[in-house]
């Protein structure tokens, strides 16, 4: 019913900059929080950013002041801007959304395939 399309991962070196990108489509009533997680090898999922559809934004302690999210809501899509990349952001990259597919129904959250992202020394 929701389809959530990542891009822009890769490989990076140190201190350089990616910028993601997720795209909502299908039976999309509206849109409540989107966000962006992450996960690296043998840890779990944590939480990078998220954005509420006013624009309100959180961060994890770890990418604040380097990461910054935003959103299109006219184009159903969320960006992560990453600068000031490091090793330890290491990770496969994935995007949430929790989205409202019908009047009268709760939102429901969806979640991205991923997108690698790599970050040598």
């Known amino acids: 019913q929701v389809q959530l399309v990542e891009s822009g991962g890769g490989l990076v070196q140190a201190g350089g900059s990616l910028r993601l990108s997720c795209a909502a489509s299908?039976?999309?009533?509206?849109?409540?929080?989107m966000g962006w997680y992450r996960q690296a090898p043998g840890k779990q999922r944590e939480l990078v950013a998220t954005?509420?559809?006013?624009?309100?934004?959180n961060y994890a302690d770890s990418v604040k002041g380097r990461f910054t999210i935003s959103r299109d809501n006219g184009k159903n899509t969320v960006y992560l801007q990453m600068n000031g990349l490091e090793p330890e952001d290491t990770a496969v990259y994935y995007c949430?959304?929790?989205?409202?597919?019908?009047?009268?129904?709760?939102?429901?959250?969806?979640w991205g395939q991923g997108t690698q992202v790599t970050v040598s020394s």
């Open positions: 949430n959304a929790i989205v409202k597919i019908a009047l009268g129904r709760w939102p429901l959250g969806y």
């Open positions: 299908g039976s999309i009533v509206s849109i409540n929080d």
């Open positions: 954005i509420t559809s006013s624009g309100s934004t």
